[in-house]
């Protein structure tokens, strides 16, 4: 069993933690993302997690996404000092969260800057091995499914499986170059433009945007939106009042089974982040992969033999860890 570390970052001002009041809140709203910085600017420790899925900590990057975008070489350089602390920590594997993946081309940066035997899982392999399986439930008995962010780490991987498995696909980015290649091989249609997913009977969102991209005018009558983004790209709470014949699917969750972490991540109970189950897996179950295989574009096979594996029931995903988990800083 290897200590794991889990990074992470403010998914908007309500992950904050000074944003617990309401004046807090409006504050961050209308300084943020300079203030964000200036209150933190060195990644901590958010909590510890011990147990069963063995010895873990969740570490904070103190950066929103709209800062992300603005200052991509700070962000990843906090991404770094965050890895850096999860090793001081004693941690041997190292799991990337959210939007920590994308700013590090997919983890790839990282490797030649940390010790060859530190572990690096950007956790989208079981990511994308639980929402192809997914999504060749959903789409059962239903034609189109168009993937935005098709192009992407765990979005090249699902159109791969899904094409293999003969779904009727359209895939979606804003590369068209890469589009072109993605179509090529998985035999399907490509656009480069969102509003092309109005004839889409299913939507798998897989975007690294921070933006809001999906309003209730994309989507055809009956429509089912499966969205995995962090933070969200689907306006989940303007389409659920205007239509009623759409349905959700928050996908890149995984049923966790009583499993604790001392933080909370804004997930319904009882589940968390596959991409997080993906880290604590490789910790405890002496998987033969290299950080090579974990990181950048996944590779189908290793998503789908992830995700076959926890299916069959890891124990960590049987038992209840120990209540121990707290917060500490
Ligand atoms: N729930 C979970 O457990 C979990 C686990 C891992 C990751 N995630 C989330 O999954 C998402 C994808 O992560 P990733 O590592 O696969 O990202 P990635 O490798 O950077 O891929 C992003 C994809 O989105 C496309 N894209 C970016 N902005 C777009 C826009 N405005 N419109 C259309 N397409 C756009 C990119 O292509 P172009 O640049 O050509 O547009 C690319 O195809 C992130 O939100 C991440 O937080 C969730």
């Not at 991509?72 to 965050?82: G, S, V």
């Not at 959700?248 to 991409?275: H, Q, T, W, Y």
């Not at 189908?300 to 029931?313: M, N, Q, T, W, Y």
């Amino acid at each position: 069993m290897k200590k794991w570390a889990f990074i992470v970052h403010p998914r908007d001002v309500f992950d904050l933690k000074v944003a617990s009041s309401s004046l807090g809140r409006t504050i961050l709203r209308l300084l943020s993302p300079k203030i964000a910085i200036s209150i933190f600017n060195a990644p901590r420790v958010l909590c510890s997690v011990n147990g069963i899925a063995g010895d873990g900590i969740l570490v904070t990057v103190p950066i929103l996404p709209a800062t992300m975008y603005q200052r991509p070489k700070y962000a990843r350089q906090k991404i770094l000092e965050a890895v850096n602390l999860g090793m001081k920590n004693g941690c041997q594997i190292v799991g990337l969260g959210e939007l920590t993946a994308p700013f590090t081309d997919g983890g790839r940066w990282l490797l030649d800057k940390i010790p060859p035997d530190i572990l690096i899982t950007t956790g989208n392999s079981l990511t994308a091995g639980n929402s192809a399986n997914d999504l060749l439930d959903i789409s059962s008995g239903k034609d189109l499914i168009a993937l935005i962010g098709a192009t992407g780490s765990i979005g090249s991987a699902v159109a791969k499986i899904l094409a293999q498995e003969g779904k009727n696909l359209l895939l979606v980015a804003r590369n068209e170059k890469k589009l072109k290649l993605m179509a090529k091989e998985c035999g399907c249609h490509y656009s480069t433009a969102i509003d092309d997913i109005r004839n889409a009977d299913v939507i798998g969102v897989f975007t690294s945007s921070s933006e809001l991209l999906i309003s209730s005018d994309h989507l055809k009558h009956n429509a089912v939106v499966y969205d995995i983004t962090q933070p969200s790209n689907v306006d989940e709470g303007t389409i659920g009042q205007e239509r009623e014949d759409v349905a959700f699917v928050k996908g890149g969750l995984i049923f966790a089974n009583g499993i604790r972490i001392g933080a909370d991540l804004r997930l319904p109970e009882g589940k968390m982040f596959s991409c997080l189950a993906e880290t604590i897996v490789l910790a405890n179950n002496g998987l033969n992969f290299s950080s090579y295989e974990l990181t950048g574009p996944v590779n189908p096979e290793i998503a789908l033999f992830l995700s076959d594996r926890v299916k069959e029931g890891f124990p960590i995903f049987q038992e209840p860890l120990s209540e121990k988990a707290g917060m500490y800083f």
